[in-house]
């Protein structure tokens, strides 16, 4: 059985810094990636990594801030966030993405103050 859980969620003041884990039981070797999602809006994609980790991919608002990368040892991808920004306030999700469908965490919090 596939789980996914984050971690590394919290309050840091604007120009801060954070960083995000999923540690992955079950599957592991597949594309990745992170996602944030506010109330009453869709949830957007923020960064993608390959199952090697030699590919990424960035949503603009946020690249040159954060970096996206994985551990294939000890299954586990993270989201390093830095220089954030009030409006990079969301629920964190990342995502394992086999061919058949993805399978989600249950979401991390992060506030930024401003």
């Known amino acids: 059985q596939v789980q996914l859980v984050e971690s590394g969620g919290g309050l840091v003041q604007a120009g801060g810094s954070l960083r995000l884990s999923c540690a992955v039981s079950g599957r592991f070797l597949y594309d990745m990636g992170w996602y944030r999602q506010a109330p009453g809006k869709e949830r957007e994609r923020v960064a993608t990594?390959?199952?090697?980790?030699?590919?990424?991919t960035y949503t603009n608002s946020v690249r040159g801030r954060f970096t996206i990368s994985r551990n294939n040892a000890n299954n586990t991808v993270y989201l390093q966030m830095n220089r954030l920004k009030a409006e990079d306030t969301d629920i964190y999700y990342c995502k394992l993405d086999p061919p058949e469908g993805g399978f989600w965490g249950q979401g991390t919090q992060v506030t930024v103050s401003s």
């Open positions: 990594i390959s199952t090697k980790g030699d590919r990424t």
